[in-house]
Structures are given as C-alpha cells and as structure tokens.
C-alpha cells in the first residue's frame, strides 16, 4: 500500500515538477517509480509470478543492441535509450509488482486521492500563471501560455487524470453535499484548466475513464444505489455542460472550433491528427522494412529525419515500438494489450479496470509514454479489489447517518 501511495504522489507531482523546473533529471519521476516498485517486488509476498510481464522485458533488450550497432555521430545512444526506454521499462517494473496484487477499496481510494493532490497544485499554478485566458487565445492550437508554459498534451493528460478522480470522489466519496460541493468544485476547475490547453487527447480520454467507472460501479451497487447514482449522473452531465459553455465563453468560441477540428476561421481542417497520421505511417514502414529487429531504441526519429527531413516525434507508443523493435516489439505490445484483458476474465473485482485500461491505452495514442501516469494506471488495472465485508469502509469524517455506497462482491 506505501509503495503504491509514494509511486501515486510521484505520478501526480511530476507534471508540476516538470513545468516549474524543480526537476534534477527529466525521467527521474520515472526511475522513482521504478525504484518503489523494485522495493515492493522485493519486500511484499506475490500473489503470482507475473511472467508474462517478464517476458515483456526481456523482449526490450534486443533494441538496445540493434541501436548500439547503428549508432551514428549525431546520436547520444545513453540519452536515446533512457528517454526511450525508461516508460516502456517502468510500466514492466510497475506491472510485476502490481500483477494480482490485493489492495482494499478503500486504500485504492486512497491512492487516487494521493495523486489527485499534486493535481490540485498543478491547477493552482496555472491559474495564477495565466489568469486571464481570453489575453492569450489567438486561435485553435495547443495553447502554451494555457499551460504554464509546458507542453499542452502533457499538461492536459495529467489534469484529464484529476478529472476522472474528482469524478470518482463525487460518485463515491462524497459523504455529505460539503463533500460532494467541494468535489465538484474541483472538477470543475481541473476540466475548466484541461480544455482550455486545447490539447484534446488528455480531456476525451478523462471523458471516457468516467463514462467507464460510472457503468461498472453502477452495475456493482445494490438497486437501491443504483437510483441514487442515476440522480447523480443527471447534476453531473449538468456540471460538464456548464463547464464547456463556460469554456467556450472565455475562449471566444474557440474552444468549439478546436474540437470540431476546425481553424480560427471555422474552416474544417484536413487532417484531424494534425500530421501524426502521416508520421505513423513512416513508423510503420520501417516496421515492414525491419521486420524482425527493427531499427534500433530511439533510432526512429533520426531516421525519419534523414529520410524525410522531418525531425518530429510520432506520439504514439504502439507505432514507436513495432519499429524499433521489430517482431519483438510486437510480441511484447501482444502481452500489453491481452495480458490484463485475461486476468478480467478470470477476476472481475476491479471495479476501476477498464478507466485504468483506457487511459493507458489511449494515452500512449497520443502522448507516448512521455510521464509516468500511463505506466502506473497500467499497473494499477492489474491489481485485486477487495470489499470487507461486501461493501467499503466509511471514509474517515463521515458520521454513522450517512450511508456508504453497498459494493457486492
């Protein structure tokens, strides 16, 4: 439990850290991650032996080889290999340790909670960073100055993540209408902060995390719940409406352009994926051309700029590992993708397995594995929910009137 609630805080904080310069190593958050995990594997008894996970890191090594033989004088091969390999490497680390692994409802509460709270730094910042929004919105693209001056798709990934706990705390963590005010309260703030990046992938992947958890918690509450969260849903879609057309105010109707892929003069754009279509299409030629090895850990992107005169990164984790990788990356992004969907067959109790999934699998899509949340999200569908007694514990400050949320087993 310590293990996952320090890796949990490291995930929320690593964005703000980033942004403010307070970092000492661009990954370290990453290698923090994996140095917890590495403390837990060896400290806490496993349920299971995860090979499969194993095996998936194994599977990695080979590229560092490929890349070393092809290295060139304008590659860095340490740099190369630790900025495109700490994600992929931390997400194994994070996996072996989380894999079956029990954890109670309330403590998986608790390690939201713990990453909600950098997240709530991270918003406080960039409102007194870029207090007036309407001064800096010149038309449809990511906004930096939005961002506390960051990357727009990082910043928008780890608020879309604070989006979905604050979603979770107000369907199931809410006590009394304080808790649920002030809940709402800073879902509203954190969305308002996420949409007007205009960075999209972080925001439509939050959207999907909550629609995910809402479905999955409705089904395993008792029927008299099941009223309560329908209510619920209803000043809920509510809150979302009035955060968009807020959103919408303040940006001049911008906002609406961007996420109806059109320019600030309303002209519907060509490419929906503003030309990361066009650089996975090179990743997966390379892919076709290198079938069995690939061209090397980091070397994609140099390639691309030697062939093309195109010096960009393609985002996308999945493109990005069959290339480098080969026969091999495919076989180790097989056990990304199948591995968690079979242990839900065999073991449905976690009720957050599809929101974690998502978020994993749609942020590697678009923002790679740049931050270490994918990773621990990842992780985190991996482990075993358990519900003392059928049902969570009251959350700490509740008083014995208020009712907690009856979760079958």
């Not at 959207?207 to 995910?212: D, F, G, K, P």
């Not at 480098?324 to 992004?333: F, Q, R, W």
Request: charged share 15%; proline share 3%.
């Amino acid at each position: 439990m310590k293990i996952l609630v320090a890796c949990a805080y490291v995930v929320g904080a690593e964005v703000f850290i980033r942004m403010t310069g307070g970092s000492f190593l661009y990954e370290a958050s990453k290698y923090l991650v994996i140095l917890f995990c590495l403390m837990g594997i060896f400290t806490v008894r496993q349920q299971s032996q995860p090979i499969a996970y194993v095996i998936y890191i194994l599977l990695l090594i080979p590229g560092i080889f490929v890349a070393a033989f092809n290295v060139s004088e304008s590659t860095t091969l340490r740099t190369a290999i630790t900025f495109n390999l700490s994600g992929p490497i931390c997400l194994g680390i994070v996996a072996v340790f989380c894999y079956k692994l029990k954890v109670s409802y309330n403590n998986i509460q608790k390690i939201f909670f713990t990453m909600a709270l950098p997240l709530i730094a991270t918003t406080t910042y960039l409102f007194l960073f870029n207090p007036s929004v309407r001064d800096t919105i010149t038309g449809t693209g990511s906004n930096y100055a939005a961002s506390g001056g960051f990357g727009p798709n990082q910043v928008a990934t780890v608020l879309g993540l604070g989006m979905f706990i604050f979603s979770v705390r107000f369907f199931s963590q809410s006590p009394s209408m304080f808790f649920k005010a002030v809940n709402a309260a800073l879902f509203f703030l954190i969305s308002y902060r996420a949409i007007i990046t205009f960075s999209r992938g972080g925001v439509i992947t939050a959207l999907l995390m909550i629609a995910a958890f809402v479905y999955f918690y409705f089904k395993k509450v008792n029927v008299f719940h099941k009223l309560r969260i329908s209510r619920l849903v209803l000043i809920f879609a509510g809150l979302a409406f009035s955060i968009w057309v807020y959103s919408s105010v303040q940006t001049g109707g911008f906002i609406d352009k961007r996420y109806a892929n059109q320019d600030a003069l309303g002209r519907e754009k060509a490419d929906i994926t503003t030309g990361r279509s066009e650089l996975v299409s090179f990743e997966l030629d390379e892919f076709l051309n290198n079938p069995f090895v690939g061209v090397g850990v980091g070397k994609i992107k140099e390639l691309r700029e030697q062939k093309e005169g195109v010096l960009a990164a393609s985002h996308n984790e999945m493109s990005r590992i069959l290339s480098e990788h080969g026969l091999l990356g495919l076989i180790a992004l097989s056990i990304l993708l199948l591995a968690p969907l079979i242990l839900r067959i065999r073991n449905k109790s976690n009720m957050f397995f599809y929101a974690c999934y998502l978020f994993w699998f749609l942020t590697i899509n678009h923002s790679s594995m740049r931050i270490a949340a994918p990773a621990f999200l990842y992780g985190l569908s991996l482990l075993s929910i358990t519900y003392p007694n059928g049902k969570p514990q009251k959350p700490a400050g509740s008083d014995n009137s208020t009712k907690q949320i009856g979760i079958r087993n």
